[in-house]
């Protein structure tokens, strides 16, 4: 006989399941968001040039600031720039275990800016606080947490920010 685990599809995935066993709770309830909380995303990531290239061939954006070593180091830079998209979406996908991982939509991305580039080899580290949340007044098992997000690199330069909103669920809708 094993004393081997076997994964239930379905069951063994759902959240309070993964709490009951102690493992990391993989988002939040619209009650465990409290206004000016800052949540240091965990981990880092380190962009490499293969991740850059991909995210550009992915995307169809063939710009050779992104993609020729010969051009980019005639441009302003100097040398080949992360493409703005790939460094959004980064810190979102490292920010969903902390923000909106039980998220039942995200409904918009507001004030998207990146102030610096990023380049190859650039460390990110992400961040995000919570602004404000708001209750739903027709549907009362969830709720709209706004949240901005920023993104600094190892020298702790700021490469990009932006706001968005989170549907998420209640906890405990009756109470």
């Known amino acids: 006989m094993s004393d081997e ?12 399941v993964r709490h009951a066993t102690g493992a990391h709770q993989y988002g939040r ?10 949540y240091k995303h965990w981990p880092a990531k380190t962009v490499t040039e293969g991740d850059d290239h991909l995210f550009c061939l992915l995307t169809m954006n063939h710009h050779p600031l992104h993609l020729n070593d010969v051009y980019a180091k005639r ?9 703005g998209p790939y460094v959004y979406s980064l810190a979102l996908g490292i ?7 039980l998220a ?3 409904l918009a991305t507001d ?3 990146h102030p610096n580039p990023v380049f190859h080899g650039d460390t990110l580290f992400v961040e995000t606080e919570v ?3 708001k209750a739903s007044q027709s549907k009362p098992d969830r709720g709209v947490v ?30």
Request: charged content about 25%.
């Open 5 to 16: 685990h076997t994964f239930t599809p379905g069951t063994d995935d759902l959240p309070e």
């Open 29 to 38: 309830y619209f009650e465990e968001f409290e206004e000016g909380a800052v």
């Open 75 to 83: 441009s302003q830079q100097g040398k080949n720039v992360v493409v």
């Open 95 to 101: 920010s969903v275990s902390d923000i909106s991982g």
């Open 104 to 106: 039942i939509a995200n």
């Open 111 to 113: 004030e998207l800016s």
């Open 131 to 133: 602004l404000s949340k």
């Open 146 to 175: 706004i949240v901005h997000t920023r993104v600094f690199n190892q020298d702790g330069l700021l490469v990009a920010e932006f706001k968005r909103r989170v549907l998420v669920p209640k906890k405990n809708p009756g109470a």
